[in-house]
């Protein structure tokens, strides 16, 4: 597929399963996460992977933020099985570090794209992932099991396997639709 074809025909395949990403693809997909613009050379990304058992741990992780917010049964069950909704799970975080030239949303941006360049990248080789947030990405319980640190902030769960059927195929838009020339 080359670069064109792939940009344009991308779309997030939320039903998936095994196989995920073997040793081969992932390297190729975390490749691809740290070439993406990051101004000053900062690398203000971290990559938390999930599979396996982990996929587990991470539900555990979720199951114990609700606990701690009061939530019902209904919401335990649904968080805890979350995971389990691919046979990998990246957890793509942004690790803003101080800079007198590069600011904070720079540093998210860069993270941002690192989680898109990833999901790119699977997608080039025959996998399929989407992208998901929610509360999880926010909640400071979260982020505390994931050891992760005041001014991390979880930009998205990145769900990989194999598309478990084809996804519709998206309407075309156009992108001069939401150009404005000067």
Not at 78 to 83: A, E, I, L, S
Not at 120 to 132: K, V
Request: aromatic share 6%; hydrophobic share 45%.
């Amino acid at each position: 597929m080359d670069a064109i074809e792939l940009l344009l025909t991308r779309q997030s395949s939320p039903r998936l399963v095994e196989p995920g990403p073997d040793e081969t693809q992932l390297k190729n997909i975390l490749d691809a996460a740290v070439r993406v613009p990051d101004h000053g050379g900062l690398q203000p990304w971290e990559f938390i992977i999930a599979q396996g058992d982990g996929l587990s741990r991470l539900g555990e992780v979720f199951l114990n933020a609700v606990i701690e917010n009061g939530a019902d049964e209904t919401l335990q069950g649904k968080v805890k099985g979350m995971p389990l909704r691919a046979p990998m799970v990246i957890v793509v975080v942004a690790k803003p570090k101080p800079h007198p030239k590069v600011p904070e949303l720079e540093q998210l941006l860069a993270a941002g794209c690192a989680a898109m360049a990833m999901q790119q990248a699977a997608f080039a080789q025959g996998l399929g992932g989407i992208w998901r947030t929610g509360d999880m990405a926010f909640d400071k319980h979260v982020h505390r099991q994931l050891g992760l640190g005041g001014s991390d902030q979880i930009v998205g769960f990145l769900y990989l396997g194999t598309p478990a059927v084809k996804a519709p195929i998206k309407a075309s838009r156009e992108g001069s639709h939401f150009v404005r020339y000067l």
